[in-house]
């Protein structure tokens, strides 16, 4: 339906460039007169596109975005006084998808009521009328538009400085786009998070050390009450990423020094692209290859050994992830290592220095601010990395530093608590966010830091 | 003359140099005035450097003898730096760079296949155009050397050797109370000096300088000029400048470089009051360069 | 000078050259041992590379292929069409199944009793009677003769064939007991069980049955959600990059926006599935699992990369251009779009291709906007319920059947062929209008 609309609006746009050229044309006095024009032809016809364009363009944007909350809010206000009487947030909004669902046809998770079944009605009805004034609305804003270019068309009408102011407002609006996004993602979690912090103090959640948070449905089910300690998660999370860390930097760094102090350049030229590959790979790869590979020959190999190792480990997860993070750190080394000025490697060869002496004593302390910085960004990768850990970590909360049992991570828990049914506004949801919002400030942090150390680090040898 | 420089590297498989080749090679016809030197350290005879294809440095000839300092001067690209840094095999972390005749040093070819270039670089030190302090403290800067060479045996041992470099390089007396702060916080000056003194810690034979007071102010050049007429006690040195007072003030021979041609040879003062090469005189005099 | 390392006294010139020759030995042995060490974590990677390629493909390379059972059908006119109208919803309502036990049952007439029957008829797929149906639809005068027809076999059946299930272990550890052991070895004698390319893998969406899976919805899905996010991403894209590198003016503002888009490109992606749930569906009520939320979250997710691209593609072009076209009286923007952007274009492509391979490969923000629904039908459209590649290899991954192992590595390497096109256009890109000024 919209989308017509916007094919529609495309169409009217395109007509309106073409009428604005040929009606500049026209009022300069035909093609021989254009040079009394102040722009070129083209300009005019820009002008009355973004005049026929914009403001429906934005209406329908807007009204997009608001059609849905508005319709549904009318619908829930319309809704009998004896069917919302006593229901809490959460079930009057189970109520509301469920009107929703049973007008655009698909499951009803409830039996369907009369009363219900009018509310459908009603809303397809809203939604209809919405659609209809939004048709009206955006074609009576682009006819607008077109006219008022078109009265404005003459000679002196300065078509170009008013495109490009124009074009200048879209493309600061689009450079700002990064900052809403960072925007929406703080008042996304954080408004959540408030919600959840209401019911379950900040205490328990950072110091806690029960982690349970299925809330069953009645009262007198195990476990009612939920648990929510973190902390079992935060110490998950660190163990595989200190795994990943311990695969990856000793690995990306030596291949990093190797590749660009020792090997040949033919080497160099296939083996850096090759490594780079384990960077492209997307990290549900990896996270089947963690699950169906590297967890049963880690758990087979405890077994030879004597130990008994979780199929879930966390060493399988944080290896897989190590492997991820190699090309990462790698790159990242290589490039603080190009970055230390040959007259460094010069100093320390004139003197007598082997290779390896270069590159222990002079290089690498010569490069330590930028490795740690890479560093530090690989860690937030590691923290913030998700299908592995989906994939091949458990579930279970376990307070332990012990690499062979299983430990869940926050990132496996945002995942787990946020997909299969959900009730908006129930503890366990919220849950998701206040751990969303944890890991945002932690990663943001990291990164911070990181970028900070190696832009001062740049400059150092620039 | 018939001998090319591929033959005279050959005819000395083993690395030593036979008095006899010394004669021969003192036919050289090339360079004008006396290339040789009484109390020969370093023996240079047609050395010729290629980059790729392009030919840098055409057969020349050059002794650098004890005690002494020999300074290089010639306009810009005539070579001379390049010439220097074949001294010391640092030439060999340039890819695509060749060096064919014979460079020997108290009788031992340089270039010879098996020599190894660590000890040759310990004998052989080198103090570049711009300063380049190690981002580590001023001690280690010095002490970076005889650690990895392992000169000293103990803690004591290193202090002391650390304080006689510092001081045989005019700095102990401006540091000693800071030295465990980055060497990249001195002045450019000190910078030099801290390097020099990095290169003597290690006990060289012969010392390169590579315009070492291009980057530093007058009074800092001052300094280090001084320092290189102390050094020459114990060291030989050549050293690579564009300044021809410092040529002057610092060396006691000279050599003229152009285009890859090592022109004129001679005692400094020879050089500066009476060239015998045309080209010599241009550049003396300031017709061009 | 006392120092006994100085060269200038005449008992001790050489002690320093002699301890610098003593130490040569050790120090070479730790030259070695570093070089072995940087090597060695060189092939290690590049061990790790094949390895997870070999396993994937090792894992993917059966599902290629589909065993299928040859049988003689009789479209038995009696029980698809008793009436003989031949019309559509009677043909489509008809019960196939029948009609493929029966040529099973006719291959093997001493199987008796209810058990062995049953065991008999699970030869076959869930989605034979599909398959027989589609048959009879498209070409009714099939109906009252006898055909030879491949049929799909169960994926149980499928997975033996293929030694994916083994012959030698003992019955009760085994999915295929001894008598479809004896069955499949009866009908391979007779020339009736083969392998087959696997076309299903490729048209059909997404099912239960592991035999009857492909990996079109998902592909469709992806393909949807990649447009959308083209659409939206490079624009806004090259506009942000066109007015940070070009126009803005160096004041702390533009100095947040740049250190902003920095620490955006790190952010961990499921935050981005965090922001996309509660602004894009919550709040402005996107419809969920469809293509056109997951393009919206993908599109903010690959803003930084492109961006920080674009921006370096502009910076590449030489001043020298702006200056003449500016000489020349042409405004700003004139320049930049007439000379500048074109110039820059094809970093900013490959900058953008590298973006879409990072959003074709994304999973974890697509989970949270419930594009891991269980989706058969094959989407049409931006705002049909779908999901996309990745999601469909993590939730096959998921799922207990031994054959959905293979179909989850063979949709992995579908997957990366997609991703190596992309980068390997991105490399051609570079190097075709790769420029040095």
């Known amino acids: 339906m919209q989308s017509t609309l916007l094919i529609v609006l495309l169409g009217i746009i395109a007509l309106a460039y073409h009428f604005g050229r040929k009606r500049a044309v026209a009022v300069a006095g035909g093609p021989t007169q ?22 429906a363009l934005l209406l329908l944007g807007f009204w997009a975005g608001f059609q849905e909350t508005v319709v549904t809010a009318m619908v829930k206000a319309q809704l009998p006084a004896e069917m919302t009487a006593g229901l809490s947030p959460g079930r009057l909004g189970l109520l509301v998808n469920d009107i929703r669902n049973l007008a655009t046809g698909n499951i009803v998770s409830s039996e369907v009521t009369p009363e219900i079944q009018a509310a459908a009605d009603n809303y397809l009805r809203l939604q209809g009328i919405a659609s209809i004034a939004l048709w009206a609305l955006v074609l009576a804003v682009a006819a607008g538009g077109i006219s008022l270019a078109w009265r404005s068309m003459a000679p002196q009408l300065r078509a170009r400085n008013r495109v490009e102011s124009t074009i200048m407002v879209i493309l600061v609006v689009f450079s700002s786009i990064a900052i809403l996004t960072t925007l929406g993602i703080v008042l996304s979690v954080v408004f959540e998070s408030i919600l959840f912090f209401r019911s379950v103090p900040l205490t328990e959640f950072f110091f806690g050390t029960h982690w349970s948070p299925q809330i069953a449905l009645r009262a007198d089910q195990v476990g009612a009450a939920g648990a929510f300690g973190a902390v079992p998660l935060f110490t998950g999370t660190l163990l595989i990423s200190f795994i990943a860390m311990l695969i990856a930097v000793p690995i990306g760094l030596m291949s990093a020094i190797y590749l660009s102090e020792y090997a040949p350049r033919r080497v160099r030229s296939l083996a850096k692209p090759a490594l780079e590959i384990l960077a492209g790979i997307p990290t549900v790869v990896y996270g089947f290859f963690a699950a169906l590979t590297v967890a049963p020959f880690v758990r087979d190999l405890g077994a030879s050994l004597g130990l008994d190792v979780s199929s879930e480990s966390a060493l399988a997860a944080g290896f897989v992830m190590g492997i991820m993070i190699i090309p990462f750190v790698s790159s990242l080394s290589d ?9 460094m490697r010069d100093g320390s060869y004139a003197l007598g220095a082997t290779q390896s002496e270069t590159v222990r004593r002079v290089i690498i302390p010569a490069a330590l601010p930028g490795i740690v910085g890479g560093v530090l960004l690989a860690v937030s990768r590691a923290i913030g990395e998700t299908m592995i850990v989906v994939m091949a970590a458990g579930m279970a909360a376990n307070l332990t530093w012990n690499p062979i049992e299983s430990v869940t991570t926050v990132t496996v828990q945002i995942v787990t608590l946020l997909t299969g049914d959900q009730e908006f506004d129930s503890p366990k949801t919220l849950a998701a966010f206040a751990l969303g919002l944890t890991l945002f400030v932690v990663t943001l942090t990291l990164n911070i830091i990181a970028l900070h150390i190696v832009r001062k680090y740049r400059e150092q040898y620039e | 003359m018939s001998t090319t420089a591929a033959e005279v590297g050959r005819a000395t498989p083993t690395g030593a140099i036979t008095a006899a080749d010394l004669e021969k090679d003192r036919s050289f016809k090339g360079t004008i005035g006396d290339i040789t030197s009484p109390n020969a350290r370093m023996v240079c005879r047609d050395v010729n450097v290629y980059y790729g294809d392009k030919q840098a440095i055409k057969r020349v000839s050059l002794d650098i003898g004890k005690n002494e300092v020999v300074s290089m001067i010639g306009p810009s690209g005539c070579g001379k730096s390049t010439f220097l840094r074949c001294l010391n095999r640092m030439n060999d972390t340039i890819p695509g760079c060749r060096v064919t005749g014979l460079i020997a ?15 040759l670089r310990a004998q052989v030190g080198m103090v570049f155009q711009k300063p380049n302090p190690f981002p580590k403290s001023i001690y280690e800067n010095v002490a970076y050397g005889p650690r990895i060479h392992g000169l000293t045996n103990n803690k004591t041992e290193l202090d002391e050797l650390v304080e006689t470099s510092l001081r045989k390089a005019g700095l102990w007396e401006e540091v000693k109370d800071r030295l465990d702060q980055p060497g990249t916080g001195l002045s450019g000056g000190q910078q ?36 290189i007429d102390e050094l020459r006690e114990n060291y030989s040195i ?10 002057a003030r610092v060396s006691q021979r000279t050599a003229y470089f152009h285009l890859g041609d090592l022109v004129e040879v001679g005692e400094t003062d020879q050089i500066f009051t009476n060239p015998q090469h045309k080209l010599t005189e241009d550049y003396i005099t300031g017709r061009f360069g | 000078m006392s120092n006994p390392a100085t060269p200038d006294g005449a008992n001790s010139p050489r002690r320093a050259i002699d301890a610098v020759n003593a130490s040569l030995k050790r120090r070479y042995a730790a030259e070695k041992r570093f070089r072995l060490m940087g090597m060695s974590a060189v092939i290690l990677g590049l061990a790790f590379v094949a390895i997870l390629f070999v396993d994937i493909v090792a894992k993917g390379w059966p599902a290629f292929q589909q065993t299928s059972i040859q049988l003689p059908i009789y479209f038995d006119a009696q029980v698809i069409d008793p009436e003989g109208t031949r019309e559509a919803d009677t043909l489509s309502r008809a019960n196939y199944v029948v009609l493929a036990r029966d040529a099973l049952r006719a291959q093997f007439p001493d199987v008796q009793g209810r058990t062995d029957v049953r065991a008999l008829n699970a030869m076959l797929s869930p989605g034979v009677p599909q398959q027989l149906r589609e048959l009879v639809m498209a070409d009714p005068s099939l109906i009252g003769t006898t055909q030879e027809i491949w049929l799909i076999a169960d994926d149980d059946v499928d997975q033996f064939v293929k030694g994916a299930i083994p012959r030698d272990v003992p019955e009760l550890e085994r999915r295929v007991k001894d008598q479809t052991v004896a069955w ?62 070009e126009f803005a003016p160096k004041n702390k503002w533009t100095d947040i926006i740049e250190v902003n888009i920095n620490n955006l490109a790190a952010v961990p992606s499921i935050v981005f599935g965090l922001l ?26 690959t803003l930084p990369t492109i961006i920080i691209a674009s921006r370096a593609a502009l910076k590449s072009v030489p001043p020298s251009i702006r200056e003449a076209a500016l000489g020349v009286g042409a405004s700003p923007l004139q320049t930049q779009f007439h000379h500048v952007l074109p110039l820059a274009m094809p970093g900013m492509l490959t900058g953008t291709i590298i973006g879409m391979a990072q959003a074709l490969g994304e999973t974890a923000p697509l989970l949270m906007i419930g594009m891991i629904a269980f989706i058969v039908d094959i989407p049409g459209g931006f705002t049909d319920p779908s999901t996309v590649l990745p999601v469909q290899i993590f939730l096959w991954a998921d799922s207990p059947e031994r054959g959905f192992i293979e179909k989850t590595s063979a949709a992995i390497m579908v997957l990366l062929g997609f991703l190596l096109l992309m980068n390997l256009t991105a490399v051609l890109l570079r190097r075709k209008f790769e420029r040095r000024w």
């Open chain 3, 276 to 301: 996309g749930l509660a602004v894009f569906i919550s709040f402005f009520g996107v419809p969920r699992s469809t293509p056109l939320v997951g393009a919206l979250v993908l599109t903010l997710m």
């Open chain 2, 238 to 247: 050549a050293i690579v400048t564009h300044s021809m007072q410092q040529a």
């Open chain 1, 335 to 343: 490039d603080v290592i190009n970055a230390v000025p040959q007259s």
């Open chain 2, 105 to 119: 040093l108290d009788g031992v070819d340089v270039y010879d296949k098996k020599l190894d270039v660590v000890p």
């Open chain 2, 192 to 227: 030099q000096r801290l390097c020099i003194a990095r290169t003597i810690a290690v006990s060289p034979e012969v010392i390169l300088m590579d315009e070492p007071c291009s980057a530093l102010d007058p009074i800092a050049t001052a300094k280090i000029e001084e320092l």
């Open chain 1, 34 to 55: 254009i040079k009394t024009l102040h722009s070129l032809p083209t300009y005019y016809g820009l002008y009355a596109a973004l005049w026929a364009g914009l403001p």
């Open chain 3, 184 to 245: 499949i070895d009866a009908l391979d004698e007779r020339g009736r069980i083969e392998k087959k390319f696997n076309t299903t893998f490729f048209t059909a969406g997404a099912s239960r049955e592991p035999e009857l899976a492909g990996i079109a919805g998902a592909l469709m899905g992806s393909f949807y959600t990649l447009v959308l996010t083209l659409l939206f991403s490079f624009p806004i894209a090259v506009g942000a990059a066109l007015y940070l590198e």
